[in-house]
């Protein structure tokens, strides 16, 4: 365990109210152990549990900030308050207060959940102890919640994202085909002025179109749950290269594959991943024809899948931003986008539990690559996980 | 058939304007009523009140986001009803969720129809939609009622 460096903090909760329920048959013992946490400032409230009902009742009735159990009791141990309380979804830290208990079982305890153990011919050992505990359950809570209020605030992004996108393709369907009925029928008869700006009009209409559909897209990575099975990478590639046809053709681009790994993920988000990937490596190529490899390593826990081209690269200080929704690092009139691809890849990637970075340079190419779980792990969705945790 | 009519049931008046251009422009003669909310829809085809003397249509093309009363209401109101049941409903709704299509058809409606989002393709639909029902497709003959 570290050192506290937090004094003021030590202070605070050195004088703080401090609810105990001993686990113990001694009342002798008992008594001691309140005294050694009085003597250390504590005030301390306890109540006392001898069985396991009276343990269940207790901590279903109050909320204690920690509990000190001795090992061996008549008719349980100590430890099963551990597993107890983890039923109960209970975060109360046990500290184990015992008899002479040996190494390995120490040891097992602690792994097994127990915050600490103190011998009772060690008390003066305890208050720290407890502090500590105390300390760590705080922290717990407070990244709980962190963790919690993230999701939460997740969720509440993509709702909206989902409803806004939704309700922006009706009024935007009419400024479109009405701005295009406007060019049809008074293309050249106004002044060029009034050409430029419908033109304008329609062009804006249109990206727009194409950003609440990708807006829309994005937003259903999250929302639909993800359909975890067996999948083949040289299958998924093929199907993403018949997706992207047309822009390979266009392009002249050369795609060479190594043989790729199966993995476990949902397919057709994995097929978008190459497919976003790929359409970028097209996209942004250089001045000679793209020369895209995609190849696969698998390390002890993870298989990592790279796709690597020849094209216009990404300066250093540009690398991180490239996965961030809505940003482009180029004008619209060089490489048209909307900036969503590529965050719709870290998405997916992070929801099957994988990473996803990008090695570049100005001028010198740029090799994504991704990792994806050896064994299924999923984030959010509701795959197949069938591993005991 | 001689001079289709059709009935729109659209709160956009937008695209109610579109597709009778649309319609006006080609070759089938047809006539577009519109009204602009399910209640009012079900008014008009069970002859009620200022629709006494509206015509039976062809063919209805139904919007599904409709005030009073939405669009699935008003199918299933017409399916439900025997003088009303046999005349076809074409779908035609910006929502792509495929709830939306599934539930349409398995409350009878005739076809699902998403209003396209460029003009170009928008015309088509509209024009393929009246070529197919209201020109290919083998009608019940009208009835007086």
Redesign the interface.
Known sequence: MTEEKDAAHVAAQASSKLQVLLVEDEPADAELTLRALRQAGFEANADLAQTEEEFTELVRKHCYDVILADYKLPNWNGMESVELLRREGQDVPVILVSGALGELTAVECIKQGAADYVLKDHLARLPESVRRAVRERALRQENRQAQEELARSNRDLEQFAYVASHDLQEPLRMVATYTELLAERYQGKLDANADKYIHYAEDGARRMQKLVQDLLAFSRVGRQGMAIESTDCNVVLHASLLNLEAAVQESGAAIESAQLPVVMADSSQLIQVLQNLIANAIKFRGSVPPLIRVSAETKSKEFVISVADNGIGIAAEQMENVFVIFRRLHARAEYPGNGIGLSICKKIIEQHGGRIWVESGAGQGSTFRFTLPAQATTKGGYGQNNEKS | MKNPEILMVDD?P??ID?TSEVLAQSEGHFRVNSVNDGVEAISYLRREGKYVRAPVPDLVVLDLNLPLKDGCEVLSNIKADPCLAKIPVVIFT?SEANSDVTRSYKMGANCYLR?P????E?VAAVQSMAQFWLGFASLPKRERR
């Open positions: 956009n937008a695209d579109l910006s209003k989002g460029n003009l170009a928008f």
